[in-house]
């Protein structure tokens, strides 16, 4: 069973960048599509981004395309979102997530990591 921890969370200005790291253990996530998901406070959890297992294809929610990119290190087995023009309604608890099925089914991700926080102001 694989294990997953974000890092790179923090409190940064509209308009600003950030890079979020998912470290995974236990497991390769050569074998696992990942994706990144994200939760503000009073709202559903939104699915943002997925990668496929050799990183060739992605999708992204269109709240955030164009401006977030989600790639993938097997060899590290770590996971990045770089999220870019940052607005304030980006903030929210963001969650690096596994699934043993397709990158593009947010309903078939059943590994978590704790979340990391990122609140963008105004």
């Known amino acids: 069973q694989v294990q997953l921890v974000e890092s790179g969370g923090g409190l940064v200005q509209a308009g600003g960048s950030l890079r979020l790291s998912c470290a995974a253990s236990?497991?390769?996530?050569?074998?696992?599509?990942m994706g990144w998901f994200r939760q503000a406070p009073g709202k559903e959890r939104e699915f943002v981004a997925g990668?496929?297992?050799?990183?060739?294809?992605?999708y992204y929610a269109d709240s955030v395309k164009g401006r977030f990119t989600i790639s993938r290190d097997n060899a590290k087995n770590t996971v990045y979102l770089q999220m870019s023009s940052l607005k304030p309604e980006d903030t929210a608890v963001y969650f690096c997530?596994?699934?043993?099925?397709?990158?593009?089914?947010?309903?078939?991700?059943?590994?978590w990591g704790q979340g990391t926080q990122v609140t963008v102001s105004s």
């Open positions: 990668i496929s297992r050799s990183g060739v294809s992605t």
């Open positions: 236990g497991r390769t996530i050569s074998t696992y599509a």
């Open positions: 997530a596994a699934s043993i099925s397709s990158y593009s089914n947010r309903r078939e991700y059943g590994y």
